[in-house]
């Protein structure tokens, strides 16, 4: 009987976790532009938790990190190049989830984009989520698997040994 | 291909007339090509001899049933485990001959299907080359020309010239799609990693509507592209108005929106050649206007439909990957105004 | 010296007391611990078959939400993930949960009543396997209800389903799900395998098995050779998504057509699993309701083997449209349009069956004349899309969805309706309503007609698999409100046989041994025969012994205190031996649970791995403890 009782309280605790997971949030409340903020201005409690513990919102993060092209300066797996890396433990104005969204939305002097005007709050959300994968902080089951890299081209020949098949530069 | 007309019409008039009142003539069964054409023969070949292996079981099934049904009445039931030999041989012969049957009837089918296949896909020479990127849930198409600025890149609506052969190439950007046009050829699949041609030979002019044929995610359901076949004159003038960029904006309110399209979210994903805005993860939106759906098929291009679209992509098409567009009033009214005149 | 009467007097002293000490030692576990520990294969069975029609309800309620929300253009009913969870899980559940283990539970309760047997070969791995089908269900239901169904098809194709477009855990629980029934199918296959070619009654040499008996082997040796191709694509994935590797991953070697050749080179032979089990319901019927032997009796056994082997070689015909050369597409064509004539010789024979028999038109029969109709049209279908042209115009269209639901419930779920109401009076004792059965055949044929028909036009105007909504002008609506409607027709006959079954046992007519009067060894038996089957091992002659003149003889001087079985050989069934069977045991629930606690904690942390490892040994340690020889096998295991 007992332990019934604890399978299924064992039981409860993952569905509710799984629920938060796998919801796909496709009408964001947080739609609004985020607009750059005073440095000193905290915004306004954002539901840092609803995108961290959403696989579909770091997987979006994942997707607008391609699109808007932040691997061109930290390079696909936050390893940096001319921007700095987003893998380690530096950070040069904040690692917490919050530094980051205003690192993302006022911009950086030396070449980070302000992107306030141009994305929603809600997708800047999503991509801290993902940013904070490369680092390990997000959960498990959370976390983004390894990116499908799409060469769009002629695939190599495995035989054709005029041109060999660059190696491939993945996490 | 002129001595076939007649033998096509006639087939075509006979699956039509079969089919009494019911309104055949749709998709795979309305071709507007001679590839679709030469599906569309198989099709009704198969169909008959299905159409004759089918009754013709049911028949044997029927008077299987009324013989042993009055076996049964006339004999009573007891069981029969060691028949006459002699029948029991007539019967074995029997089966023998409905199973040769078949396989005349089989291999004949596959020789029919085989060289059909040859026949479709004994690739003519084109001398027009297209490319088709699927992408989640949308059509990339480009032209290409013979310098590089006569590239053309549009969204969800293919051009093709009637009567002229049209290499398509096609890539997929993310997962695997699937092109189907039924009433120009059969479908085939745009794998990422891999690169595949179609050459869409197109005969009537017309309006035709293709869809992603492989499950590809949330939107699958709305990725259609529009085909517009058009007489080859009308096609060059329409390649020539699509290779001019944009026209810059005349009225003040298209300028204010122009503005706020490249340094707003719009120019994050979506590229207007002629502006600012040049960004390619979104369809392309050059001429944008000049379109007669927009979402890929979701909605008919609408100023109305435009304004629901954009303040809320996801109510049309959820799971789209194009956020809502939370502007002034005013400034959307700018914006729309600005879209209305990329024709 | 004893008189004939006094003779007589002592065998039936004897008999009695036989059965006696049989029941004793067969006896039922009891309590809740019993039930867990029970290995008893009738039982167990039965389990199997009561889960896999829960399945087939559920997998039903999937579909008919489906078609609710596809009754009308742009329908508001449901959004595309709802949607998508559905078809999932609606394929998910038909092909793995129901299909396969209802077609192995059938085997499993009668093939050993068929053959003289009391159980099958190995008693304990039937259990392990009923349990682990039963967690792999729980743990698909469990995620649907948690948001996590798997929503990506159930052929789950890359790189769709891989980590990048499909987040989360719903594709990683649909990989575990096929874990488990794998796994479970390849016991219960092998448990079949053994069983019929090792413990067939003396006598019962191959050319005098039952068809349904030689259904049920090549099926399971095609189990055997199918599914571990399954199970290694489904690693591959688990292991793209969870382990970072490059199986599918076109961009660093992979290839996304390599999930398709893996999974399709198990999923066509997967069809055919179904299907053959179902043909060897059929001639069971057939044979009995025309009152004689059937026609070609090895014409009928070859196409089985025949339809088994090329069924292994049709697998890229899913994959004509994805651009493979030319050449390799023809041969794949050549072979599914010539495994059509195996399954036509069957037709066939079945057809001069009934035309030189006495036919008695029974709800079975009734179920076996829809199977003709439907599935013919089906196979017919079936040829038009094994020509590559044809395919790609209806490939993935509703063409495809009316094709395969016209072969898997015209050529299975028919016959085995059929079967269920030829044989429930032998596994509940009583009679089904003649009237309430004819009633439902005429509401599922003329309902799954109005459901399917309709959906090869809707493929060839245009309309693709998969989509959660259409548009008003596309042309689609009528013929999917005729769909929709269908459903209900379909769903109503299926209800009347649920109505028929409940008030069967409630108060129908009690059922003898023999209802039908059929030819077969396990209509010698009581109905609900007892658990241990026979009193005496029976020795065979012929094809039909109980319409030979009865059982021509018995097994005497087996040991009534273990839980004997007679060993014959494998192609003449000679007696070889003895063989006591273990009896019942909680092992079997104990290892299931920790293989199933191990492939799900395996969806969140390769810690699994080596705590599986440790259950497992554990569990293997206390299933194979060896017992003492001879031993009286009368008390539980622990």
Redesign the interface.
């Known amino acids: 009987m007992r332990f019934t009782g604890f399978a299924a309280g064992v039981m409860l605790l993952l569905a509710g976790a799984s629920c938060r997971r796998e919801e796909r949030r496709f009408s964001e409340p947080a739609a609004r532009l985020a607009r750059p903020v005073h440095a000193a201005q905290q915004p306004s409690g954002a539901p840092v938790a609803a995108f961290v513990d959403n696989a579909w919102s770091v997987s979006e993060g994942q997707r607008l990190y391609g699109w808007f092209n932040c691997a061109g300066c930290h390079s696909l797996a936050g390893g940096g190049g001319m921007g700095p890396p987003l893998r380690d433990a530096e950070w040069l104005y904040g690692g917490t989830p919050e530094a980051i969204h205003r690192s993302i939305v006022e911009g950086r002097p030396n070449g980070m984009p302000a992107f306030g005007t141009r994305v929603p709050d809600y997708q800047v959300w999503q991509l801290v989520a993902y940013v904070l994968s490369f680092s390990g902080r997000l959960r498990l089951d959370v976390a983004p698997g390894r990116p499908e890299s799409i060469a769009l081209g002629e695939p190599a020949s495995l035989t054709d040994r005029k041109n060999p098949r660059p190696p491939a530069v993945h996490p | 291909m002129r001595r076939h007309a007649a033998a096509r019409f006639a087939v075509l008039a006979t699956g039509a007339g079969a089919c009494g009142a019911c309104d055949y003539r749709r998709g795979a069964l309305d071709p507007a090509s001679p590839d679709a054409m030469l599906i569309q023969i198989l099709w009704w070949v198969f169909f008959w001899t299905a159409a004759f292996v089918f009754t013709g079981v049911l028949v044997a099934l029927a008077v299987a049933l009324y013989r042993g049904r009055g076996r049964a009445t006339a004999q009573g039931s007891s069981p029969d485990v060691h028949p006459d030999a002699a029948l029991e041989r007539r019967t074995e012969r029997a089966v023998l001959a409905a199973t040769a049957l078949s396989v005349v009837i089989l291999v004949s089918l596959l020789l029919a299907s085989v060289f059909g296949g040859r026949t479709l896909f004994r690739s003519p020479h084109a001398p027009l080359h297209a490319k088709l990127v699927a992408h989640q849930w949308w059509w990339e198409i480009q032209y290409h020309g013979k310098t590089a600025s006569d590239l053309v890149t549009t969204a969800n609506e293919l051009h093709l010239p009637a009567g002229v052969p049209v290499d398509v190439e096609l890539a997929s950007a993310d997962v695997i799609h699937s092109l189907w046009i039924p009433n120009l050829h059969g479908k085939r699949d745009l794998i990422p990693g891999h690169l595949s041609h179609l050459v869409l030979r197109p005969a009537r002019p017309g309006s035709y509507e293709g869809r992603c044929a492989e499950f590809c995610g949330l939107q699958h359901a709305k990725m259609d592209l529009r085909v517009i076949v058009e007489p080859p004159a009308q096609f060059s003038a329409w390649l020539t108005a699509a290779r001019r960029p944009a026209p810059p904006p005349a009225t003040a309110s298209a300028q204010r929106g122009a503005e706020i399209f490249a340094r707003g979210p719009c120019g994050m994903c979506h590229g207007v050649v002629g502006s600012k805005a040049s960004a390619s993860a979104g369809p392309d939106l050059t001429h944008f206007a000049s379109r007669a759906w927009l979402g890929a098929g979701a909605l008919p291009n609408s100023a109305l439909n435009l304004r629901a679209w954009l303040e809320d992509p996801q109510a049309v098409k959820p799971g789209v990957q194009m956020p809502p567009t939370r502007l002034p009033a005013g400034e959307l009214d700018d914006l729309l105004a600005y879209l209305g005149t990329l024709r | 010296m004893t008189t004939a009467s006094e003779r007589t007097q002592n065998d039936a002293r004897e008999d009695a007391r036989l059965r006696d000490e049989l029941a004793f030692t067969w006896q039922l576990a009891r309590g809740l611990r019993g039930w867990f520990s029970e290995t008893n294969s009738q039982v167990i069975a039965r389990r199997m078959l009561v889960t896999a029609f829960v399945f087939f309800a559920l997998g039903g309620v999937e579909a008919l939400l489906m078609r609710l929300q596809l009754m009308q253009p742009a329908n508001h009913l449901m959004?595309?993930?709802r949607y998508?969870q559905l078809f999932t899980t609606h394929g998910t559940t038909m092909m793995f949960l129901f299909a396969v283990p209802v077609m192995q539970a059938a085997g499993i309760y009668l093939v050993p009543l068929m053959i003289g047997t009391r159980s099958v070969a190995f008693p304990r791995l039937n259990a392990y396997a009923y349990y682990t089908y039963l967690f792999g269900g729980l743990l698909l239901y469990?995620?649907l209800?948690?948001?996590?169904g798997p929503d990506?098809?159930w052929f789950s194709?890359?790189?769709?389903s891989?980590?990048?477009?499909a987040?989360?855990?719903?594709v990683d629980v649909w990989s575990q799900v096929v874990t488990f029934t794998e796994l479970s199918a390849l016991a219960t296959a092998t448990n079949l395998i053994v069983t019929i070619l090792k413990l067939r009654a003396p006598g019962m040499a191959l050319s005098r098995m039952p068809l349904f008996v030689w259904a049920e082997l090549v099926t399971s040796f095609m189990v055997v050779f199918a599914m571990p191709a399954v199970m290694l694509a489904s690693m591959y994935l688990a292991m793209?998504?969870?382990v970072?590797t490059?199986f599918f991953?076109?961009?660093?070697?992979g290839?996304?057509?390599l999930w398709q050749h893996l999974f399709w080179f198990f999923g066509h032979p997967e069809v055919y699993i179904i299907f053959l089990p179902a043909l060897g319901m059929v001639s069971s019927i057939v044979v009995t309701f025309?009152?004689?032997?059937i026609?070609?009796y090895l014409?009928m056994v070859l196409s089985l083997v025949t339809t088994a082997f090329m069924g292994f070689g049709l697998w890229v015909h899913h994959m004509f449209?994805?651009?493979l050369p030319?050449i390799g597409?023809?041969f794949f064509?050549?072979a599914s349009?010539?495994i059509?004539?195996p399954s036509?010789?069957q037709?066939?024979?079945w057809?001069?069956t009934?035309?030189?028999?006495?036919?008695?038109?029974r709800t079975p029969l009734l179920y076996v004349?829809g199977f003709?109709?439907i599935f013919?049209?089906g196979g017919?279908?079936g040829?038009?899309v094994?020509?590559?042209?044809?395919?790609?115009?209806?490939?993935?269209?509703y063409f495809v969805v009316a094709h395969l639901h016209y072969v898997l419930i015209g050529g299975a779920v028919f016959p085995l309706l059929g079967g269920v109401h030829y044989w429930f009076p032998k596994l509940g004792g009583r009679l089904l309503d003649e009237r309430l059965g004819r009633v439902s055949f005429a509401l599922a044929f003329v309902g799954f007609n109005l459901v399917f028909f309709p959906m090869h036009?809707l493929g060839?105007?245009?309309m693709?698999?998969?989509?959660?909504?259409?548009?008003a002008d596309?042309?689609f609506g009528t013929l999917n409100l005729v769909a929709t409607l269908g459903v209900f027709v379909l769903g109503a006959g299926l209800l009347v046989i649920l109505v028929n079954v409940l008030r069967s046992l409630a108060r129908g007519p009690v059922a003898s041994n023999d209802p039908w009067?059929s030819?077969t060894l396990e209509w010698s038996l009581s109905s609900p025969p007892p658990a241990y089957g026979y009193v005496h091992l029976p020795c065979v002659t012929?094809r039909?012994p109980l319409?030979?003149g009865g059982i021509a003889g018995v097994v005497r001087d087996m040991d009534p205190r273990q839980r004997q079985v007679l060993v014959t050989s494998a192609l003449d069934a000679a007696p070889d031996h003895v063989y006591p069977l273990p009896g019942p045991s909680l092992w079997p629930f104990l290892a299931a649970l920790a293989s199933g606690v191990t492939i799900v904690i395996l969806?969140?942390?390769p810690w699994a791995v080596p705590i599986g490892t440790v259950l497992g040994t554990i569990c293997l340690c206390g299933w194979f403890w060896p017992r003492a020889p001879h031993e009286p096998l009368l008390a539980e295991q622990p």
């Open positions: 959004g595309p993930d998508d469990v995620s209800f948690t948001n996590t990506t098809g194709y890359t790189p769709l891989n980590s990048q477009f987040p989360g855990k719903r793209d998504r969870l970072g490059h991953n076109s961009a660093a070697g290839d996304p057509l025309s009152r004689r032997a026609v070609g014409p449209a994805t651009g030319q597409q023809s064509t050549a349009m010539m059509a004539i036509g010789v037709i066939f024979c057809i001069a009934l035309w030189r028999g006495k036919i008695e038109l004349l003709v109709a013919v049209l017919l279908s040829v038009m094994a020509s590559v042209p044809l395919d790609l115009q209806v490939h993935d269209t036009l060839l105007h245009g693709p698999r998969r989509v959660y909504t259409y548009r596309a042309g009067r030819a012929g039909y319409w030979e969806l969140f942390t």
